[in-house]
């Protein structure tokens, strides 16, 4: 009972990698809309086997009114009507290695009163972009999706989910305001990242800590054109990430205790050394499993030699694979 609760609590939806990083900007309410809308593509012409017969065509599907109300906080049936207008009237626009595409993200939205539903129609040439079809796709959250408050939110979270596997991305500034439709807002480097980074960032963070969202970003500055940011380096922080940064963390540590005992042992004549080994694991921790490994190894295989001799094997070959003098 607890996983069916679960599975109607957190809906995941499927969304082709070429709509996430395509060229548009949506207000706060489409962009809940065009969710909503995705979600029941999903479940009524991919997760229903009988709607694969109609997945070449235009489709028609429906939504209740209660849905899409829920899409905001107190939603009017107004705003409602306004958002799928505007969401009508937008284009999308997809240019990649293959082809070029200019389409609409859906074709017409009517709203059947007396049912308390709305009927909405999408084109068959964009119905690839919201489902499956594609290899390369992206897993998200509906619930965490509809609870961003802020459409860069929204954006970088797909991204995010686009590249967890990988764990990190690359976008220049020039594509970031290109796919957010910014070319002339925030023109300033400081103006930019306040307001397309860092609050998205933040946004991301605070649910995450919050238990409220699977995943959140860091980001540095990449590549610069004098004292100017022209890319930036996308980190992508998941709970089994943090689980594995902990066990990481712990690992070094003990490989760190491991390695000032026995360089202590066969170096007790050379104090400084001791302490340079130790600086320099600490320094760099990433390293600290792989130089106990390598000590142990030395040991095991020396162990019939005298201490002195063995700790200079094991400096020969810490100065030789690692660098450390």
């Known amino acids: 009972m607890e996983k069916k609760d679960k599975k109607q609590r957190d809906i995941v939806l499927s969304q082709n990698n070429a709509l996430t990083t395509a060229r548009y900007k949506f207000d706060l309410i489409e962009k809940r809309a065009l969710y909503s809308i995705i979600r029941n593509i999903r479940a009524q012409y991919i997760e229903n086997e009988n709607g694969r ?7 028609i599907i429906t939504i209740h009114e209660e849905e899409l109300k829920k899409c905001g906080d107190n939603t009017k049936m107004q705003n409602i009507y306004d958002a799928l207008k505007r969401l009508r009237n937008r284009d999308i626009e997809i240019n ?3 082809m070029w595409l200019s ?3 859906v074709n017409y939205v009517k709203h059947i009163k007396n049912k ?6 999408v084109s068959k040439e964009v119905l690839p972009y919201y489902v499956e079809l594609a290899q390369n796709f ?5 619930t965490v999706a509809i609870a961003l408050k802020s459409t860069f939110s929204q954006r970088f979270y797909e991204l995010c989910c686009q590249y967890r596997n990988a764990g990190f991305f690359f976008y220049t500034v020039e594509k970031l305001r290109e796919m957010f439709m910014l070319e002339k807002k925030y023109k300033r480097g400081c103006d930019f990242k306040r307001r397309v980074l860092d609050d998205p960032q933040k946004e991301l963070r605070e649910l995450y800590n919050a238990g409220q969202c699977d995943l959140y970003f860091e980001f540095e500055p990449k590549s610069y054109k004098g004292k100017k940011v022209t890319e930036y380096k996308f980190y992508v922080y998941t709970r089994q990430t943090e689980q594995q ?9 003990q490989a760190i205790i491991y390695i000032t005992t026995t360089i202590s042992r066969f170096s007790k004549s050379d104090k400084g050394y001791v302490k340079r080994v130790v600086n320099a694991v600490q320094l760099h921790p990433e390293i600290a499993v792989q130089v106990a490994q390598k000590i ?9 030699k005298p201490a002195k001799q063995i700790g200079a094997i094991i400096r020969v070959c810490l100065m030789e694979d690692f660098g450390i003098e």
């Open 116 to 121: 308390s539903y709305f009927e909405v129609q």
């Open 53 to 59: 017969r109609d997945l070449f065509d235009d489709l």
């Open 245 to 253: 940064k902990l066990l990481e963390y712990e690992s070094a540590k």
């Open 296 to 304: 142990q190894k030395k040991f095991e295989q020396y162990i019939d």
């Open 103 to 105: 389409i609409g993200f």
């Open 138 to 142: 992206t897993s998200y959250s509906m």
């Open 96 to 98: 990649n290695e293959k």
